[in-house]
């Protein structure tokens, strides 16, 4: 199963991403996170499967979690709210976000993806 990378393509840190997937000759199946935002669904398996708090997943730098001021909103949220929430745009997901068979990992951390693609 080829990795799965959720992108948005004008991200400076998507396309250094997707540079390195390339340099590295390594295949993935690259999705958009704006047009094909993931499901509420997907993201609980996918954080389920990552070990991380579920914090990790929003893309806390985004003008869309700054104008929902968000970072006061979500301790007070219960997990179903929070993934419905990251379900409703893909702008409020941290990225890219790489998906492969057993591992989860929202942003670009080199070594962590060198491990475990």
Same mark, same amino acid.
């Given at each position: 199963?080829?990795? /799965?990378?959720?992108?948005?393509? &004008?991200?400076?840190?998507?396309?250094?991403?997707l &540079?390195?997937?390339?340099?590295?000759?390594?295949?993935y !199946?690259? %999705?958009?996170?704006? !047009?094909?935002?993931?499901?509420?669904?997907?993201?609980?398996?996918?954080?389920? %499967?990552?070990?991380?708090?579920?914090? %990790?997943?929003?893309?806390?730098?985004?003008?869309?979690?700054?104008?929902?001021k968000?970072?006061? &909103?979500?301790?007070?949220?219960?997990?179903?709210? /929070?993934?419905?929430?990251?379900?409703?745009?893909?702008?409020?997901?941290? %990225?890219?976000?790489?998906?492969?068979?057993?591992?989860?990992?929202?942003?670009?951390?080199? !070594?962590?993806?060198?491990?475990?693609?």
């Amino acid at each position: 199963m080829k990795p /799965q990378v959720l992108v948005y393509r &004008k991200c400076s840190t998507c396309q250094k991403a997707l &540079k390195w997937l390339e340099e590295n000759q390594i295949a993935y !199946e690259e %999705r958009s996170i704006k !047009e094909a935002n993931p499901t509420a669904e997907e993201l609980k398996e996918w954080y389920g %499967r990552s070990g991380l708090p579920l914090k %990790r997943f929003f893309n806390t730098s985004g003008n869309l979690y700054k104008e929902l001021k968000l970072k006061d &909103k979500l301790a007070d949220m219960t997990e179903e709210e /929070q993934l419905c929430l990251l379900a409703s745009d893909g702008m409020l997901v941290k %990225r890219p976000l790489l998906v492969t068979k057993d591992y989860v990992c929202p942003g670009f951390k080199e !070594e962590l993806w060198k491990e475990h693609i």
